[in-house]
């Protein structure tokens, strides 16, 4: 069943809601296999949520399309068609970007993980260097000022977290 709810106060205003409050250009279906939700706005951006996952959308120009999500706990799977514009997800431990790919976002309390299936991501900390992960690639960010490392990830560590979105 799908739902479309009004925008909220708050991501009107470019701040961070709750995952039940969408711009007017998305809409969210709850899925049971894996649970969670999966939302859907214009330009083809797909995001899936797990259960629990602390998401609010960022819609600063008010067009129904967010350019972006903060992420402050569990984990999302974001989808964006290469050439529909940027997309980044801020989480308490590192920024992610991109212009068109699939990628995954993992929040606890002591780290932020991003792990890319297609495409390129660029992930900092704030006010901090950027690195590229690739197709394969992941990154660890924890709070401090350690360079980050770019890793391959293992495939049975990049196929639990996919799994959690039914990938």
Do not use: Y
Request: proline share 7%; glycine share 14%.
């Amino acid at each position: 069943m799908r739902v479309r709810l009004a925008l909220a106060a708050a991501l009107t205003a470019g701040l961070a809601a709750p995952a039940g409050a969408q711009t007017a250009g998305c809409t969210i279906e709850a899925r049971s296999d894996p649970p969670g939700q999966v939302l859907t706005c214009g330009g083809g951006l797909t995001i899936r949520t797990e259960p629990g996952t602390a998401l609010g959308l960022i819609d600063r120009n008010r067009d129904g399309r967010p350019e972006g999500a903060r992420l402050r706990a569990k984990g999302a799977l974001i989808a964006l068609p290469p050439g529909q514009g940027g997309f980044q997800v801020l989480t308490p431990h590192a920024i992610a970007a991109v212009r068109g790919t699939i990628w995954a976002v993992d929040v606890s309390a002591g780290q932020t993980s991003v792990f890319v299936e297609r495409g390129r991501v660029a992930v900092r900390r704030p006010g901090g260097p950027a690195v590229l992960l690739a197709e394969g690639d992941g990154v660890d960010v924890k709070r401090g000022t350690g360079p980050l490392r770019v890793v391959r990830w293992a495939p049975a560590r990049a196929a639990a977290l996919l799994a959690r979105f039914g990938r």
